[in-house]
């Protein structure tokens, strides 16, 4: 449906154009944050941390717009419900790029990459909860709640994940005691994963309520 008002439309266009632009972002932070504690690269790392601060520029800005247009335009039923939802969708999305700046931050702290087998676990982890964020912000852009009920069912599969890597992790430590600080730190590592599944999910059960009004069915979530 058309608005009669242009500025709202634009206003509207101009938020969701926001979220894409923090998801992107987000999504390349999950990579490289853990292209780099793979590599040892510090110098990417570095690179994931600093470029934290143009999502939390971008969150600011969508906060600013979304109480602009509440207050200025007074929006009701869909139009509100998509308002609010940019509002809390920014939010998360910051979240998640500041668990990739997490495990960044913990690319210095790890000891004898090389014979450290449980390493090559987590970017497998990684690329399931980057693709959760991809198909989320897929399914936001395009109004589709029955791919946001996808990504809500594929948390499962980060959850198993993260079950298998602590218990691989833990044993790992058991017999050889020595690798007790780095593993500590990649167990950590596995939990940021974890959490940005989580978040993915959160997003994926709002954009289901801005397309339908409704939260997915218990059975879903």
Do not use: C, W
């Not at 969701?16 to 490289?32: D, N, S, W």
């Not at 668990?99 to 390493?119: T, W």
Request: proline share 3%; hydrophobic share 45%.
């Amino acid at each position: 449906m058309e608005h009669t008002v242009k500025a709202f439309d634009e206003d509207i266009t101009r938020l969701r154009g926001l979220i894409t632009e923090m998801g992107g972002l987000a999504e390349v932070a999950i990579q490289e944050s853990l292209d780099a504690l793979v590599r040892g690269d510090e110098e990417l790392a570095a690179k994931v941390v600093a470029r934290d601060k143009k999502l939390d520029a971008l969150e600011m800005e969508v906060d600013k717009l979304a109480v602009r247009v509440i207050a200025l335009r007074a929006p009701m039923a869909d139009d509100l419900r998509e308002v609010i939802a940019a509002l809390k969708i920014a939010g998360v999305v910051e979240r998640i790029g500041d668990y990739s700046k997490n495990i960044a931050k913990r690319v210095g702290m790890i000891e004898d990459r090389k014979r450290f087998e449980p390493l090559t676990l987590l970017p497998a982890m990684g690329e399931l909860a980057a693709e959760m964020v991809h198909d989320v912000l897929t399914a936001y852009a395009a109004r589709d709640a029955g791919l946001a009920r996808e990504v809500i069912k594929a948390d499962e599969k980060v959850d198993a994940f993260y079950n298998s890597i602590f218990r691989n992790f833990v044993s790992y430590m058991v017999e050889n005691p020595s690798t007790i600080s780095s593993a500590a730190q990649l167990l950590f590592v596995a939990r940021n994963i974890e959490r940005i599944g989580d978040h993915a999910t959160n997003v994926a059960e709002m954009v289901h309520f801005a397309a339908t009004g409704d939260y997915p069915p218990d059975e879903d979530r």
